[in-house]
């Protein structure tokens, strides 16, 4: 585990920016190389020469038509071989896409003078947007550079802050392998359960889910299949149907529907992963 992780209570996008912002202005090379990574994913013409002037966290930017500012996530300006250049990144964990939000970024950047003007989205998921960003990454594109910066490090404190923000990262797109043996910590027993969700929203091929956790249930919101899936508990305490057990309430419908109790389905993953099934990157 990061020491990073004790200074949130969830992996949150506003913490994990602010994180990675931090990193990029303490760093001109982690922000150059940033920018470079974004660039390349974009498919501009490769530079040779690449420099970061000034990079923002929610920088609050005018759209034509909106009653409000709008505040991307990250805002990098720089320059590529001396052409001036903006880039706006939408970073995401479990959050979805707000309404329209890309195509304000998109409209805010073709009104821009700069000669590469991009957007681009980071997140943990595939995310099915209404407007396609021009480079699309994930959290884990960021461990090498991350690592790379460390061998470079002059310091232990250097060395040791670029070591953990690479583990943070990797910790972002964590994959469900199994339940624990023994539970005697309720955040790591919530924890597995949300990665059995997310592992089973990506084997069904679901490019959308938002977060719906409750004081009574941990839980997604499925817009594309109208439904809400996951685990109820508290008001639901005496209700044998929904105690301890993982459920699919469709939209509209008084009654969810039983998939499996929870005590089945640990002793399934755990017996797959005895035997192998359960890899780095998905649930069988």
């Known amino acids: 585990m990061s020491d990073f992780q ?53 920088l609050p930017i005018q759209i034509d038509g909106a009653p409000a500012a709008k505040f991307p996530d990250i805002c990098i300006r720089g320059k590529v071989d001396g ?6 990144v939408e970073a995401k964990i479990s959050a979805g896409e707000g309404l329209d939000q890309l195509g304000d970024y998109c409209r805010w950047l073709s009104k821009q003078t700069d000669p590469i003007a991009k957007l681009a989205t980071l997140t943990r998921d595939p995310l099915a947007t209404t407007t396609r960003p021009h480079a699309a990454l994930t959290w884990s594109e960021l461990v090498p550079l991350a690592r790379q910066m460390g061998v470079g490090a002059t310091s232990a404190f250097e060395k040791g802050f670029w070591s953990h923000l690479a583990r943070h990262l990797e910790e972002i797109m964590s994959t469900f392998n199994g339940f624990s043996a023994h539970f005697s910590d309720v955040h790591q027993l919530m924890q597995e359960v949300d990665l059995l969700l997310i592992s089973l929203f990506r084997n069904m091929g679901v490019t959308r889910w938002y977060s719906c956790w409750n004081a009574d249930r941990a839980a997604y919101w499925l817009p594309d299949h109208r439904a809400t899936v996951g685990f109820w508990w508290w ?25 499996s109790s929870l005590q089945e389905i640990i002793e399934k993953a755990n017996a797959a992963r005895q035997e192998g099934q359960l890899g780095t990157s998905s649930m069988s």
Do not use: H
Not at 22 to 34: C, G, I, N, V, Y
Not at 83 to 88: D, E, F, Y
Not at 238 to 251: R, T
């Open 6 to 58: 004790l200074f949130e209570r969830y992996y949150t996008e506003n913490f994990s920016t602010a994180l990675l912002v931090f990193a990029a202005r303490q760093s001109p090379d982690f922000a150059e190389e940033l920018l470079k990574l974004i660039l390349r994913k974009a498919s501009c013409p490769g530079g040779e020469r690449y420099a970061v002037e000034s990079i923002e966290r929610n």
């Open 83 to 88: 052409k001036a250049c903006v880039v706006l």
């Open 235 to 259: 008001k639901r305490f005496g209700d044998p149907v929904c105690q301890n057990a993982l459920m699919v309430w469709k939209d509209g419908k008084p009654e969810g529907r039983l998939v």
